[in-house]
Every structure is written in structure tokens, then in C-alpha cells.
């Protein structure tokens, strides 16, 4: 401070110029605060990357969840028909079982004329080796 206070005001002046320095003015230092303020704003190239890359970023997200929402519609559909499927399969089981009740086959055999055999139609089948079989297995 002190060297600066003995220097003549011309080496002061000229020293200001060559370091840029000047004694403002308060309305020159508004203006210059304003101006510098104004330029700050402006959009810079790393500003408008950061932005395009946060947009594309949403966009991934968008498009992510309307393709996982097409597939959980694909897969509630399937279920769906699957479950459909699977009530037809029991529906028609039952309606299996039904027929094959000793009676419905009875009453269809009827129908088609059959009858049952009588005493003289019927044939008793005999096993001649039964002797046989049982010394085998006394053998055993």
C-alpha cells in the first residue's frame, strides 16, 4: 500500500491499463455486474448436452415402460386364455365322467342292441394248467 501511495499518479494510471485495472464508476460497475450477469445466463454447449442427454433419458423411459406395459397386456391375455382353456379341459371331464357312468353306458348299449347273454350263451372258460401252476409254485 505504502509503495503504491508514493508512485506518481501517471505510473498509477499506467500500471491500471497494462493490468487491466481501472477506478469504476458506481454506475459503470452496475453496468459491468449486469453485462457479466447476462452472460451467464446464456446457454453454453455443456448446458444443452447435460439437457439432451437428461431428454434422451426420459425418452429411454418412456419408451421402456409402453413396451413393458405391451407385454404384461400380452401376458394377462395369455392367462386369460389359459385360464379359459383350463375351464374347458374340466367342463369336458365331467362331462367325461358322466359318460362313462355304468349306467349311461348301459342305456347306450340298449339303445344300439345289445342285451345281456342268457344262461345257455354263456361260455365258463377253464384252466387246465392250474395243476400245473401249482406244483410250480410248491416247487418254488
Known amino acids: 500500500m505504502l509503495a503504491a501511495q508514493k508512485t506518481k499518479p501517471k505510473q498509477l494510471h499506467m500500471e491500471n491499463e497494462k493490468y487491466g485495472r481501472r477506478n469504476w464508476t458506481e454506475a459503470e460497475r452496475r453496468s459491468q455486474v449486469t453485462a457479466e450477469t447476462r452472460q451467464s445466463f ?52 365331467l362331462t367325461l365322467d358322466r359318460e362313462r357312468n355304468i349306467m349311461k353306458v348301459e342305456s347306450k348299449a340298449i339303445e344300439l342292441g345289445m342285451r345281456y347273454p342268457d344262461v345257455s350263451e354263456k361260455v365258463f372258460l377253464v384252466n387246465t394248467n392250474q395243476e400245473d401252476e401249482a406244483m410250480q409254485l410248491a416247487k418254488q
Open 42 to 93: 446464456k446457454p453454453s454447449g455443456r448446458l444443452f448436452g447435460l439437457v439432451a442427454i437428461i431428454m434422451i433419458g426420459l425418452v429411454c423411459i418412456v419408451l421402456v415402460s409402453a413396451y413393458s406395459a405391451q407385454i404384461r397386456y400380452n401376458i394377462n391375455k395369455i392367462n386369460k386364455d389359459i385360464s379359459s382353456i383350463r375351464a374347458e379341459a374340466e367342463a369336458l371331464t
